[in-house]
Structures are given as structure tokens and as C-alpha cells.
């Protein structure tokens, strides 16, 4: 299988990709029941690229949620609506 190069591909890119700068990201911690981590990561990736999940202690349940600057509010709508599911004990902005 070799490598195609699609005609004018960089041209339909470019308005998407054209800032080297990073979105600004707030951080928040969850401390949640473990058994239900993937619960969370499944809920939150729905929201393409608003929130990036990453299990600091899987043992703990505790999970750092990078969500991109200003949507802290719809996380916290977002967490609240499933609090009982993922068993939610806290989360606070760090």
C-alpha cells in the first residue's frame, strides 16, 4: 500500500489547522468511584476535543480532566448529570 496525496487537500486543511499555538486548557481533578473511570472517558469524549481525560491512580479513582478554557461550566453540568453513575466524590480546578 503506498502513500496518496489527495489534490488540494492542504487547501481544505488550512483554515483547521493553521495556529501552531495550543488551546489554553484548565485542569480539574475527579475523585470518583474507580470501577467507572471508563464511564466518564466514554461520556467525555463525545465532546470532540472539549475535555482530554487522563487516569492519574486507577486504584483511587482519580482522573485529571483537561477541558479547554471556558467550558468548566458544561463540565460541571456535564458531571453533575452523571454524578451517581461514576459513584463522583469530588472534583475541584487545580
Known amino acids: 500500500m503506498g502513500t ?3 489534490k488540494g487537500a492542504a ?3 488550512a483554515p483547521f489547522c493553521s495556529s501552531t499555538d495550543p488551546l489554553p486548557l484548565d485542569h480539574f481533578v ?3 468511584d474507580p470501577d467507572r473511570v471508563f464511564f466518564l472517558k466514554f461520556i467525555l469524549e463525545g465532546y470532540d476535543n472539549l475535555f482530554i481525560t487522563t487516569t492519574l491512580n486507577c486504584k483511587d479513582g482519580v482522573v485529571l480532566i483537561r477541558a479547554v478554557s471556558g467550558t468548566g461550566s458544561e463540565l460541571e453540568v456535564i458531571l453533575d448529570s452523571i ?12
Do not use: D, F, P
Not at 83 to 94: F, M, T, Y
Open 83 to 94: 454524578s451517581e453513575e461514576i459513584g463522583l466524590i469530588c472534583c475541584e480546578q487545580v
Open 4 to 6: 496518496r496525496t489527495v
Open 30 to 32: 475527579v475523585r470518583m
Open 11 to 13: 487547501n481544505v486543511a
